[in-house]
């Protein structure tokens, strides 16, 4: 059965820590997503790529950055956590850049900073 | 700009009942749309979905339908049940360089299934 396996389930961090988040699939998907749900806004992209050390900005980047040094892994980094990054981080990935497969979604990590 | 929307936050139906579950986009370049499904604490999972060329993908108990003309699409689930109480998402991606990046995800909508 195909995964995508993001390492925590549930976060406490401190404001101003720096956040790791990370997702590990087992599908060689080349595209990689990571995208934060919230009540009542749905999900919100952050970041993706398509390649290894490749990465592009979504809808809303500012205060993350992220990592793809192998094709399975793909880190999202919160450089100095912020109250408003509260929130449920999910990570996907996928066979094709357009949406005709889908996506498949990890589990998903809650991150709360306090 | 919301380029996908679904209007309704939630929506109770009694089980055996059909839901109906909608979305609307604004992007004409949009060449899939599909349905997520999910539950509390867990990742969204893929339901169904359809190409822009179509107007119906059916299966089993849902189908989903597409009016191009009136960028509409609907999730039709009959009969429903209780375990398909959940937060469902509308999604539309585009070809690479169409105007969006990735899957483009609606508010989602609760579907509530009452006994």
């Known amino acids: 059965d195909v995964k995508v396996t993001q390492s925590s389930r549930y976060l406490v961090k401190r404001t101003g820590e720096k956040v790791f988040l990370e997702c590990v699939q087992d599908m060689d998907h080349e595209n990689m997503f990571w995208y934060r749900q919230d009540p009542g806004l749905g999900l919100r992209l952050i970041y993706f790529?398509?390649?290894?050390?490749?990465?592009e900005k979504g809808d809303i980047p500012e205060g993350y950055s992220v990592s793809r040094e192998k094709k399975e892994r793909f880190s999202l980094i919160l450089e100095s956590a912020s109250t408003n990054q509260t929130s449920m981080y999910l990570c996907a990935s996928s066979l094709t850049q357009g949406g005709s497969y889908g996506y498949t979604f990890g589990s998903g990590t809650r991150l709360t900073v306090v | 700009d919301q380029q996908v929307k679904q209007n309704s936050p939630s929506l109770s139906v009694q089980e055996g009942r059909i839901s109906i579950l909608n979305c609307d986009y604004t992007?004409?370049?949009?060449?899939?749309f599909l349905w997520y499904k999910k539950y509390p604490a867990e990742g969204p999972t893929f339901l169904i979905s359809?190409?822009?060329?179509?107007d119906k993908n059916e299966d089993g108990r849902f189908t989903v339908f597409l009016n191009k003309s009136a960028k509409h699409l609907s999730l039709h689930i009959v009969p429903s049940q209780p375990g398909d109480s959940a937060v469902y998402f509308c999604a539309a991606s585009t070809p690479v360089g169409g105007g969006a990046d990735g899957l483009t995800f609606g508010k989602g909508t609760h579907l509530i299934i009452q006994p």
């Open positions: 790529s398509y390649d290894v050390k490749m990465k």
């Open positions: 359809i190409s822009s060329i179509k």
């Open positions: 992007n004409s370049m949009f060449d899939y």
